[in-house]
């Protein structure tokens, strides 16, 4: 007979955990995209903070404000300022904030695409820790950080859930720290 102790139960990693819990969804928005849905990992309760916490630990001290990228941005970005005690400001389609905004355009695969921030949502020199679920084309992460630096603000880092390498999103982000915690 055997018996368990807690010295066998090993701990998955928290790259680990996420290549657990996101959910591989074929064609979907549309025929040829494999989306990584990361909503099985944020109903997790115990894996989602040990995200959060992830995240957090490597911003702690050297970060003023986080930045969620709508939407999905939103979860994780709110849930770490709050972690670290920040504010959190939405980065968000056109439209949709109701101050004054700075507006940055990016290209799309087909065209191109926009998102706003309000244009009074940093302090000067303020360091900004940008968070989205994925890195694919690095199209709205580099159009995020240039909105920080047009806001007069500084891009503490970028750090996501998901980098799909094979996209070479990384290198639209300049000097920017990039942080993925699993990279496919
Ligand atoms: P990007 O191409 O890096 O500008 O990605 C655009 C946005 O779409 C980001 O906010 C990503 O979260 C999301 N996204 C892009 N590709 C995928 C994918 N395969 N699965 C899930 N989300 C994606």
Redesign the pocket.
Known sequence: MTTESTADVVEPTVAQLVAEKLRDIPDFPKPG????DYTPLIADGPAFARVVRDIAGRYAGRTDVVVG?EA??FILGAAVAYELGLGMVPVRKVGKLPGETLQEEYALEYGTAAIEVHADAFRPGERVLVI??????????AATCQLVERAGAAVAGVDVVLE?GFLG?RARLGDHPVHAILTV
Do not use: M, S
Not at 132 to 141: E, Q, R, Y
């Open positions: 995209v494999l989306f990584k990228i999905r941005g989205d679920d994925v890195l694919a084309t690095g199209g709205t992460a799909l999103g």
